[in-house]
């Protein structure tokens, strides 16, 4: 298998302090990613789409773990059950807001990623397509039912 490192995705977070959970939780957070020359093609219609699917690589990521205690919680739960980032693969996904183009550059909110991190795919957001009904959604439901949002949506 052999990746190509499409762009570079930059955000205002440096470091995880400070950064959401998941981007949803600080939704006014720009971030922008540069798509390299040679593959700036590939985002025509991209700016059709309110909400694009960010593929990237846990780029400052050191460790692998098949276990990981989420933030959620004080249990473990085996890395399929999780979207921690010290996964085997070290493979990121976020669902972001699209919010502008310019020429090769795009522009979206509801960021949850590291700068500088290497960006693989994008794809665009299809609620007919991505979108399910009575979903469960394991161990988050109680975190979230009734539309509780729980404090440790932002890492510390």
Known sequence: ISLKV????????????????QGIFKPDVMGYVDIYDEYADCLKG???FSHLLLFYYFHAVTEEKMIHQPYLEDVDYGSFATRNNKRINKLGFSVVKFERLERSRVYFT??????KTPLLDIKPYVTYFDSRENMCCGWYDKH?????????????
């Open 46 to 48: 991209v700016d059709l």
């Open 110 to 115: 509801e960021v949850d990623i590291l700068d």
């Open 6 to 21: 499409l762009g570079m995705i930059r955000t205002p977070y440096h470091e995880c302090k400070g950064m959401p959970i």
């Open 144 to 156: 979230f039912r009734d539309g509780n949002i729980p404090e440790r949506t932002i890492l510390k």
